[in-house]
């Protein structure tokens, strides 16, 4: 699938964004009665959420959702988006309240609450709605998602939430590479959808593809591969991605399938997590979703990763996380690689080696034979019909 947006069959319709061009706009927080939760599907009991709300709901954790921008009074995001930000993806003419804007990333933001009820969200528009994406790079050469990966890191993001990828984000760009890069050295955890064309091309995508950024893959019920979701090697984890009820952005709610529910998912639970444990540094968050996901049968494998998450389970160990040093060291010892090979000049080739020369010219030569014998036959029996 080539849009930008990872909502499979059931993908929405609809729009509307709650950001101002150019600018960010701080929402008060109204009435608790004004807010609900998106009506719980499956993916509750399958994340074990009630379990792992007993413990936290998400409490001073910062989740930034980059995607087409959002409805803010929908009753599931009404008082519970703190900013809403620029509109870097500005290019199509769409403002706040128009019928096509906003109508992915208000699902997507019901769902991050969904997992994390209590966190504090911020937004801004990185993607359209349109099924169809165009490249878009900004006059200075950066994407609009790179801005909006250094704006949210710039707001103090803990989490930042991509359910995009594909169409304009097939091919790596530096400035997303970078932005992402810079995001996780201060600290800030990314995840991304892989995708949803494991039923079609299985073509890879980034920003999931980035090293820095973790790669959610979807499940359907009982936790194996969502038909749909995206095969590759660098899925990290699994969340629930089938059916998944999420806030219609013209009212109400509807159910959507996708990598993009299930990476929403996972960021709610990233959060829960960091709820726990604010030191948690982005390297230990993954590797505690891994090892407390319900690993496929055989390990570790492309279809779902290390698994689907296990909420609960991810919550607790979070609070005693396992020691991952990723400061850089020094080389100790000697040193046996990168020289230049021992005895060969700078500027010349290393001697080629005989045995190989001796065979391809052996190979050589007896092809030429080969042709000689067949023109001198050629030419026989061409002399002797005119003879």
């Given amino acids: 699938m080539s ?13 509307a964004l709650a950001s101002l061009l150019g600018a960010a706009l701080s929402w008060g927080a109204p009435s608790a009665a004004a807010a609900e939760n998106a009506p ?22 910062t989740v930034a959702v980059l995607d087409s921008g959002i409805d803010p009074d929908h009753p599931a995001l009404k008082g519970r988006v703190a900013k809403i930000g620029p509109d870097f993806y500005n290019s199509d003419g769409l403002r706040p309240g128009d019928e096509d804007y906003g109508v992915h990333g208000t699902a997507m933001v019901s769902d991050v609450l969904k997992a994390a009820p209590k966190a504090r969200i911020i937004t801004a528009r990185v993607i359209d709605d349109s099924e169809e ?24 993001a803990d ?41 079609e091309l299985n073509d890879g995508n980034f ?12 499940t359907k019920r009982g936790g194996a591969r969502a038909d749909f979701s995206t095969v590759r090697t660098h899925n990290t984890i699994a969340a629930p991605g089938v059916g998944i009820t999420s806030a219609l952005k013209s009212g109400g709610y509807h159910k959507v399938s996708g990598t993009s ?7 709610g639970v990233t959060a829960l997590m960091l709820a726990v444990n604010p030191d948690l540094t982005p390297a230990q968050t993954r590797a505690i979703l891994m090892r407390t996901a319900h690993a496929p049968s055989g390990g570790h494998n492309p279809l779902v990763g290390a698994g689907q998450i296990d909420a609960a389970a991810a919550v607790r160990a979070a609070a005693d996380p396992p020691r991952i040093d990723t400061e850089p060291k020094p080389y100790q010892g000697e040193m046996k690689h990168f020289a230049s090979p021992t005895g060969t000049s700078k500027i010349s080739h290393p001697p080629i080696e005989q045995d190989l020369l001796t065979i391809g010219l052996g190979a050589a030569g007896g092809g030429l034979l080969f042709v000689v014998v067949g023109l001198l036959l050629a030419l026989r029996k061409r002399q002797g019909a005119t003879a």
Avoid: C
């Fill in 159 to 199: 989490v930042i939430s991509l359910s995009l990828g594909g169409g304009m984000f097939s091919d790596l760009d530096g400035s997303e590479l970078g932005a992402a890069s810079r995001a996780v050295h201060k600290g800030v955890t990314i995840l991304a959808a892989a995708g949803n064309s494991g039923d």
């Fill in 133 to 156: 994406q165009k490249l878009e790079r900004l006059k200075d050469g950066v994407s609009p998602l790179a801005k909006g990966i250094d704006y949210a890191v710039a707001n103090g």
């Fill in 261 to 267: 529910p299930a990476t929403a998912l996972a960021s």
């Fill in 40 to 61: 719980p599907s499956w993916e509750s009991t399958a994340l074990d959420l009630p379990t792992a709300h007993r413990t936290t709901q998400g409490e001073g954790v």
């Fill in 3 to 15: 849009s930008t947006r990872f909502i499979h069959t059931t993908a929405i319709t609809g729009t």
């Fill in 207 to 218: 920003p999931a593809g980035y090293p820095t950024v973790i790669s959610v893959a979807a």
